[in-house]
């Protein structure tokens, strides 16, 4: 497996942040949030930031945007699949769920939360799904802070947890 598709889901500081680190590796990202429009507002805030998050402003066209209604669908092709929305566990398990229901079935699936547990946001879900599935902790700026955490369990799938790691270090410059 390679992750060449990627979907960030949220597009706030951190969503956008990990979009535009995806961005300047070259690598497909859609940014999706509740909708479109908050997504393009997360692009050009994006393409606008200061310090710049993206290394070369022309790659700003590698982000496509969308909504998590009408454009869900793209995450049926991810290789990795990014959720960075709100701190609330209702809403991450709801959208888990969603995303479980369509992945492809050797897909990534990883939260950016810094505050809820591995095993409280894996809780509702089957154990072959927990195997895919981890916290990928990147600090904020995400272009310029190196350090990214992955939390696991022992029930993951080592080879796509160290295939993350290596993917992080080698093609978004992150010391995991």
């Known amino acids: 497996m390679k992750i060449i598709k990627t979907v960030v889901i949220g597009s706030g500081t951190m969503g956008s942040g990990i979009a535009a680190q995806l961005c300047n590796a070259d690598i497909s990202v859609t940014l ?3 909708t479109t429009e908050i997504s393009e507002k997360a ?8 310090p710049p998050l993206l290394i070369n402003k022309r790659k700003i066209d590698n982000i496509k945007v969308g ?33 479980l229901k369509v992945r492809k079935k050797d897909s990534i699936i990883s939260s950016n939360t810094s505050t809820i547990p591995l095993k409280v946001l894996s809780a509702k879900m089957s ?37 993350l790691k290596n993917f992080c270090e080698e093609n978004l410059g992150k010391g995991v």
Do not use: Q
Not at 67 to 95: M, S
Not at 131 to 158: A, Q, W
């Open 43 to 50: 692009k050009k805030k994006i393409f606008e930031s200061r």
């Open 67 to 99: 909504n998590i209604e009408e454009n869900f669908e793209v995450v049926k092709e991810a290789d990795w699949i990014i959720e960075a929305v709100v701190e609330r566990i209702g809403i991450k398990h709801n959208l888990y769920e969603k995303i």
């Open 127 to 163: 154990e072959e799904d927990k195997r895919d599935f981890c916290i990928t902790h990147f600090f904020n700026p995400v272009r310029y802070m190196g350090l990214l955490e992955i939390v696991k369990e022992n029930i993951n799938d080592s080879k796509k947890i160290n295939l």
């Open 32 to 34: 999706l949030d509740l």
